[in-house]
Nanobody, 123 residues
Framework: QVQLVESGGGLVQAGGSLRLSCAASGRTFSSYAMGWFRQAPGKERECVVAISRSGGSTSYADSVKGRFTCSRDNAKNTVYLKMNSLDPEDTAVYYC????????????????WGQGTQVTVSS
């Protein structure tokens, strides 16, 4: 098993930036592909980005391509999400998740979840 804890959320103005972190503990972090998801009020939880075990491969949702960058540091058991040019539409609770299959965008393929961190973008 792996335990995940997100941090770095907050309130930011439109056009601003935030960096989220997700710290993992438990089983070997590098065994897991990771994903960042978000859920806005009244909406389905959606995948923002998935990253492979090594960090060499990423897949982004079209809505964040060119604005968000996902990376991981396996030595620090941490995955990051740098968010630039934030828009009020990016307001949501952001979750990191892990699975031992691969860097998929499908929510149902992820087995472990953090508690989430709130990101609020004001206009």
């Amino acid at each position: 098993q792996v335990q995940l804890v997100e941090s770095g959320g907050g309130l930011v103005q439109a056009g601003g930036s935030l960096r989220l972190s997700c710290a993992a503990s438990g089983r070997t972090f590098s065994s897991y592909a990771m994903g960042w998801f978000r859920q806005a009020p009244g909406k389905e939880r959606e995948c923002v980005v998935a990253i492979s075990r090594s960090g060499g491969s990423t897949s982004y949702a079209d809505s964040v391509k060119g604005r968000f960058t996902c990376s991981r540091d396996n030595a620090k058991n941490t995955v990051y999400l740098k968010m630039n040019s934030l828009d009020p539409e990016d307001t949501a609770v952001y979750y990191c998740a892990a699975n031992d299959r691969g860097p998929f965008l499908a929510r149902k393929l992820y087995d472990y979840w953090g508690q989430g961190t709130q990101v609020t973008v004001s206009s």
